[in-house]
């Protein structure tokens, strides 16, 4: 299984940058997936899901309004849409796939390799 992550950059705040993520390996339509970032010297933290089937999205509520993410099944990527960037944003931010119907840190079973995303006040 390999996720791969693109996308990330640098941007100066209030911009947007969207992540890209090309899944393989997995039966994509099957697994929900989500977004996770990691800035330095903290933990990774929960940024995005979304469910396989129905494929509802979920947030932390503090980026919702900022953050949007997608799936597209047929090609077995999944996005995240993220505007109004702030320079707390900066982390290297993660695909991973769940088997579940949620996103859980500690049940994901597929991690992407992640992508530097720096933004600059």
């Known amino acids: 299984v390999q996720l791969q992550a693109c996308g990330g950059g640098l941007v100066q705040a209030g911009g947007s940058l969207r992540l890209s993520c090309a899944a393989s390996?997995?039966?994509?339509?099957?697994?929900?997936m989500g977004w996770f970032r990691q800035a330095p010297g903290k933990e990774r933290e929960f940024v995005a899901g979304?469910?396989?089937?129905?494929?509802?999205?979920y947030y932390p509520d503090s980026l919702k309004g900022r953050f949007t993410i997608s799936r597209d099944n047929a090609k077995n990527m999944v996005f995240l849409q993220m505007n109004s960037l702030k320079p707390e944003d900066t982390a290297i931010y993660y695909c991973?796939?769940?088997?579940?119907?949620?996103?859980?840190?500690?049940?994901?079973?597929?991690w992407g390799q992640g992508t530097l995303v720096t933004v600059s006040s």
């Open positions: 991973a796939a769940d088997d579940g119907v949620l996103v859980a840190i500690e049940t994901v079973d597929y």
């Open positions: 390996g997995l039966t994509f339509s099957k697994y929900s």
């Open positions: 979304i469910t396989w089937g129905a494929g509802n999205s």
